[in-house]
């Protein structure tokens, strides 16, 4: 891998974890407010509304300037965002402002990979990336657990500046100074990320012209008999794992009695378990062989109501394991060919917006509908068992639809076509 690489890695990497342990942090700032129940998951709600309402937006701005320049921009509004919970800002729309910046780092972290390496180095690379994103998300709700614990949050809360008033007087709120730093941190990486030299024609600025170029480029991606099959996986992952998380966070709670310091660890587990699926995928499954993890889907789908037989810590981490590995193992290749297709039919920026818009919409839906069963008191268990039969059905619909292809379609051919110079 070349040099650069490792330093997109790392500003990926800190960036992100500050994204997870801001979230356990804007969580315990909603129960510090007494805010009711269903609103937690409204905090990702908020977050993801930016990926779905700017997707025409950010390929086009991505593909704008240098890809490391970008990122540090992006990272900044996050800076912002996480300020603006300090200033009485309501934690939704602070968060939403979080969310605003992440949506237009995403097509320039990912873009910024098809422009650096090979095509056959992609699987390795998100492998890596995934795996990275992965760790960031296990250490950042760690993390984010870590700073409101009691042990923590009183340290913290108990360093005083000379001549300066923080007005800090919360754990959440010390949480979010720690988090803010974090973000600084990730700005100094994005600052030494090289330029690939790649440059793009100039970007339209019309809203209208970019909404019709990214519907076209959406349609395109639909269209294609491989593309249509990895947007559909990965768009019912996301869904999935971004309502997993909440529904992990309230069954600790229910199930196992854990406060939310402790639940954020349980999190991490699973996260683990994704990573390592991610890793075993980037080393054993080749791009060719990407559709035959298909089946994994619905096994995952299928483990997950197991959850409700489970009352203790020892027999909840296997499980949540097996679960997030099962995720990690379908879910890569499948990202991988999505980007490869998207690649060769559309430019790097467009082909992740588009996948980012298709994703984070089924984010929104996914956690609308639990914040609404939440709301309805539906035990977590039925919650539970209806999400793993909707994954495992979900799941079995595509691979009904990826057989039909395959029957009509020499599909192999698709997955070895380099992109056409146009």
Not at 388 to 406: E, Q, S, W
Request: aromatic letters at 10%; one cysteine or more; hydrophobic letters at 55%.
């Amino acid at each position: 891998m070349k040099r650069g690489f490792y330093t997109i890695m790392a500003a990926q990497f800190f960036s992100s974890l500050a994204d997870n342990a801001l979230l356990i942090a804007a969580i315990a700032l909603l129960i510090e407010l007494a805010a009711p129940e269903w609103m937690r998951p409204l905090l990702k709600l908020f977050f993801t509304l930016s990926y779905v309402v700017l997707a025409p937006f950010v390929g086009a701005f991505a593909d704008s300037m240098p890809k490391g320049k970008v990122m540090f921009i992006t990272n900044t509004i996050k800076v912002a965002g996480c300020a603006m919970l300090f200033f009485t800002v309501h934690p939704l729309l602070a968060y939403a402002v979080v969310g605003f910046g992440a949506a237009a780092y995403s097509p320039a972290k990912y873009g910024i990979l098809t422009e650096l390496l090979p095509p056959e180095r992609l699987v390795a690379a998100n492998g890596w990336i995934e795996g990275t994103t992965v760790g960031s998300i296990i250490l950042g709700t760690m993390v984010g657990g870590a700073l409101i614990s009691p042990t923590i949050s009183t340290w913290l809360l108990s360093i005083d500046l000379p001549m300066i008033d923080t007005g800090i007087d919360s754990p959440a709120e010390s949480a979010i100074l720690v988090i803010a730093l974090i973000y600084l941190l990730a700005a100094a990486f994005n600052l030494r990320i090289p330029d690939t030299g790649a440059r793009y024609p100039k970007q339209h600025t019309n809203p209208i012209k970019l909404a019709q170029d990214f519907w076209h480029c959406n349609v395109t991606l639909w269209r294609d008999k491989l593309g249509q099959i990895s947007l559909a996986v990965t768009t019912l992952f996301w869904g999935a794992g971004a309502t997993l998380q909440f529904i992990v966070l309230q069954w600790a709670e229910v199930q196992l009695g854990m406060p939310l310091d402790k639940a954020a660890i349980l999190q991490g587990i699973v996260a683990v378990g994704i990573a390592g699926g991610a890793i075993f995928a980037a080393r054993f499954v080749p791009l060719k062989n990407a559709p035959s993890v298909l089946k994994l889907g619905v096994a995952m789908g299928l483990i997950v109501p197991l959850m409700t037989l489970v009352h203790s810590l020892a027999g909840s981490i296997p499980l949540l394991i097996m679960i997030g590995a099962l995720a990690g193992y379908f879910v890569v290749p499948m990202n991988a060919l999505l980007q490869h297709r998207g690649h060769v039919l559309l430019s790097a920026g467009h082909s992740i917006a588009v996948q980012n818009f298709n994703e984070n919409l089924n984010v929104l839906l996914m956690l609308g509908l639990y914040a609404l069963l939440i709301k309805a008191d539906m035990h977590v268990n039925v919650v539970i068992v209806i999400f793993g039969l909707f994954v495992a059905g979900t799941m079995a619909l595509v691979i009904r639809r990826y057989r039909y292809n395959k029957a009509r379609h020499d599909l192999d051919a698709l997955i070895g076509v380099e992109k056409h110079s146009h």
